[in-house]
């Protein structure tokens, strides 16, 4: 299982570089550490929610983890489940 640090912006600013990042993982099992993210845009977001999509479609799991607390608080905001943005391995229906 690989392991991505995700930058400490994830925002316009860093869109392009996570997306190279995150398809450069594309099929195998990945860990995304948001451990240090202290910013999460709705760029960001989308990007992470297309991986979410793909690791599914995929069967592979995704797993974000760490997650620090400005990744937890804007998922609240956002109004997301964190299950939104993981994979459990299995594609769905």
Same mark, same amino acid.
């Given at each position: 299982?690989?392991?991505?640090?995700?930058?400490? @912006?994830?925002?316009?600013?860093?869109?392009?570089?996570?997306?190279?990042?995150? @398809?450069?993982?594309?099929?195998?099992?990945?860990?995304?550490?948001?451990?240090?993210?202290?910013?999460?845009? =709705?760029?960001?977001?989308?990007?992470?929610?297309?991986?979410? @999509?793909?690791?599914?479609?995929? =069967?592979?799991?995704?797993?974000?983890?760490? @997650?620090?607390?400005?990744?937890?608080?804007?998922?609240?905001?956002?109004?997301?489940?964190?299950?939104?943005?993981?994979?459990? =391995?299995?594609?769905?229906?």
């Amino acid at each position: 299982m690989t392991t991505l640090a995700l930058a400490p @912006r994830l925002d316009l600013t860093h869109a392009e570089q996570a997306l190279t990042a995150i @398809r450069a993982c594309e099929g195998q099992p990945l860990v995304l550490d948001a451990g240090g993210v202290t910013h999460l845009g =709705g760029l960001g977001l989308q990007i992470l929610l297309a991986a979410a @999509r793909s690791w599914r479609a995929a =069967g592979l799991a995704l797993t974000i983890s760490p @997650r620090s607390p400005a990744f937890e608080e804007a998922l609240s905001l956002f109004g997301l489940p964190l299950d939104a943005l993981q994979s459990e =391995g299995a594609a769905w229906a």
